[in-house]
């Protein structure tokens, strides 16, 4: 997993059947000072709750999927927990 | 999942098996500010309506093959969505 | 696999359903040197006895989950050694 | 998938199981000026036709090892088209 | 896959279940030119004979598994083949 901020929602009218339910966010991924680092990703909300601004960290590939409910769609990107602190 | 725009189409006459019924993008992935980073890839339009010029969305790796019909394609990237807009 | 340090903890209360039972760390990957390299991953603790300082590898992607009980977790990178010494 | 140029042939005596009966040809990844950028990588041959100086695309990851058969083998490139042209 | 040089082994006493009859090496990717690029990934000897100072191919994330017996372990890297020749 990854660390990332949520940065902005993306609307999208036309889509790949299976993926009308879902929320896409964009993710902007964090170095360890948790400054931008790399492109934005387009992560689906597997926690339901996540929003912009919030720090999360989300699951990349195949695991995705796993976070989802139904499991086979086609995301590979999801925010999987809402970080409240990163202890160092 | 990542932003690109589709910026060509490839022509491709020896294929492997499985891949004849779909067409294939040249998509180039976009940062933050929609610019062109990275080299684009070829992804299987699972939309059915993605042309040249458009801003899309497209998934990588094993979870591209689950956007289209039948399955068990080779297939690692995918255009699921077509972007009306993105909201920051 | 790559090797890594273990430099923090993740704490957070908003999970994904699945991930309530595992601990998760941040894990710096290094190169060659032994010198930090890339951006930190956060990964499952796979070896349930790895902490800060430690020099470990992770395995990441599908396999991940693999390192898990029970495997169906949205989780993409674990802790799976800590390493004694390397012998080059 | 990506689009590459074959650039040579890999001969290996001593190798996994279940890789015999293919063919392994070293591909450069190119980029939309279809240059070379980044490292070659060794892809297995899926058209049954490639060779050195082909522009290819192929395909990486999970998906590569459905373009052959039998499916379950360790291979993670596979080339899936020989390009005859890209239109822009 | 990948070219890689064998550099290393890796020594760890605490193990994810499941890694205890695999022999782990580092791997240092090559480019074209055969020189170091990239950082060393730690992979499962598949051939049962690679060793220090070896050129080798090695397939990465899911598959690296497929190389193994028994196949449902937490393995992303696998050497699978020893090289004895590259022609360009």
Redesign the interface.
């Known amino acids: 997993?990854?660390?990332g901020r949520v940065?902005?929602?993306?609307?999208?009218?036309?889509?790949?059947?299976?993926?009308e339910g879902f929320k896409?966010l964009?993710v902007?991924?964090?170095?360890?000072q948790q400054e931008p680092?790399?492109?934005?990703?387009?992560?689906a909300d597997?926690?339901y709750?996540a929003g912009?601004g919030e720090l999360v960290?989300f699951?990349?590939?195949?695991?995705?999927?796993?976070?989802l409910e139904p499991r086979?769609?086609?995301?590979?990107?999801?925010?999987?927990?809402?970080?409240?602190?990163?202890?160092?």
């Not at 680092?37 to 992560?43: D, E, Q, T, W, Y």
């Not at 699951?59 to 976070?67: C, I, K, L, P, Y």
């Not at 086979?72 to 160092?88: E, K, L, S, W, Y």
Request: proline content about 7%.
């Open positions: 997993m990854q660390l940065t902005g929602t993306v609307v999208a009218t036309v889509k790949s059947e299976g993926l896409f964009v902007q991924p964090l170095n360890k680092v790399g492109r934005p990703v387009i992560a597997a926690v709750m912009p960290y699951v990349a590939s195949r695991e995705a999927a796993e976070a086979f769609v086609p995301v590979d990107h999801a925010i999987v927990g809402i970080v409240d602190q990163v202890m160092t």
